[in-house]
Structures are given as C-alpha cells and as structure tokens.
C-alpha cells in the first residue's frame, strides 16, 4: 500500500477504534510520525490529509516544517540544550521534556520569540532503564517548576510503553491515565492558572495505539503503519 493509503487506512481504524469504546475521533489526533521518509513521503501523507506530524530530530523538523510550514509539527526526540533554539521556532508541541534546565531554555527562546510553548511531560511509567522520563513522583514538583515559567505550557503527558505485550503497555497507559488525573488534582490545589489545558495524553505507536486509545489516549504517534 502507499504512504496515502496507509494514513487513510490508519485514521479509519482509528475513527473505529474510538466508536468502539464510545470516544469522539476529534479527541483523538494521529501524529504521523515521519521521522524515516523525506520530504516527498510527508507529501504523499499530507495530500492523503495529514496535517499533524512528529519528528525526533531537530534537522529534519527544521526541514520538513519549512517545506510545510501550515502542518503541525511536533517534536517526540531527545532534546538537546544547544538544539532547543532551533526545535523551537518549529514545534507546536514538544513531548519529550522532563529535565528542568531544558524547561527554562525553551521558556527562554519562545520568549525571544513572543510565543508560548506548548509541552508534555515525559513520565518513564514503566520504569525501565532504557526509557528517558520523570519517575511518577517526580512529577508534581516538576510541574510546580514549569508552572513559574511564563512561556512554557505544559499540556498533559508523554509516554512510551515497553515492547512486546500489548497486556503490559496496555496497563502502563492505564497508570499514565490515573497519573494525569492525579496531576489535575494537584494542580487544581497548587497552580488552578496552569489548569486549563493540561489534558493531553501522549501514548500509543504502531504496535500498541488500539490499547493507548481504550485507556484515554489523545494523541497516537504513528510512524511505521503509515510511512513503512
Ligand atoms: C519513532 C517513534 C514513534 C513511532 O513509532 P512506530 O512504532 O513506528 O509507530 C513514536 N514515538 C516516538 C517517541 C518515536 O521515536
């Protein structure tokens, strides 16, 4: 199948997925992860509809979000400090934040910049090594942090499941979900301003997005269903 066919393909499954557990498919966004194709395959995923994409390399993005400078675009990698200045002026969204000297940096340049960067936070749920992230409970003095800077919104969270049993990523989501709600409720005590929009749900990929999507996800990064 094309790239178009396989993103078409994918946001009907998805649309079916949520009439199935009796959500909206507005809630839910597919992030097209490109981050393996050029420029001519975001083309093929833009021309079949696509207008929401995630890369996890600072190049690339200034690339790609050059050449289609009216899509969204969302960073998903490993933030580097000496790269913040230029994911910035790219990104809608960032999902992969969780050190607080990175918080600042980008609070920095989007002030430079007069905009508001929105963020999620990254939680390691799973807490394997492997994984970057906060541990769950370093997550409310984190966001005690980011809600003192001024040019930083944090939107919800971000997490990656383990590999290999849908049963296990299925409950990392799970605990992602709950992780949320229990931020709310701090918030809503702690910084009520910083309230308002903190409900995103980074979670779910090409092997795990149907579970993601059962435990409240609202954003699915997708990359090899559409672009493999
Ligand atoms: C590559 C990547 C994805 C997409 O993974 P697939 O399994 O190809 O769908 C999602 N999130 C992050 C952070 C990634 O790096």
Avoid at 147 to 172: F, N
Avoid at 185 to 210: I, K, N, V, Y
């Amino acid at each position: 199948m094309s790239i178009a066919e396989q993103y078409r393909q994918v946001s009907a499954e998805v649309a079916a997925v949520c009439e199935r557990v009796a959500r909206e498919p507005q809630e839910v966004l597919v992030l097209a992860v490109s981050k393996t194709v050029g420029v001519e395959g975001v083309q093929q995923a833009y021309d079949a509809g696509a207008r929401a994409f995630g890369e996890n390399r600072p190049d690339p993005l200034m690339e790609k979000h050059a050449a289609f400078p009216d899509a969204s675009w969302h960073f998903i990698g490993n933030i580097q400090s000496r790269r913040i200045k230029d994911i910035v002026p790219c990104a809608d969204v960032i999902h992969s934040l969780y050190q607080i000297k990175h918080a600042q940096k980008i609070d920095e340049e989007a002030a430079r910049l007069g905009k508001v960067q929105r963020v999620l936070v990254e939680v390691n749920v799973s807490g394997e090594e492997s994984k970057s992230g906060l541990a769950p409970a370093e997550l409310f003095a984190f966001l005690d942090e980011c809600a003192a800077l001024q040019h930083v919104q944090a939107c919800g969270l971000m997490t990656m499941a383990p590999q290999g049993s849908r049963a296990v990523a299925k409950q990392c989501f799970a605990d992602l979900r709950m992780l949320l709600a229990g931020a709310r409720e701090h918030l809503a005590q702690a910084h009520p301003d910083a309230l308002d929009g903190f409900d995103q749900l980074s979670m779910g990929m090409t092997d795990d997005w149907r579970e993601a999507i059962e435990e409240g996800s609202t954003i699915v990064r997708i990359g090899r269903a559409i672009f493999a």
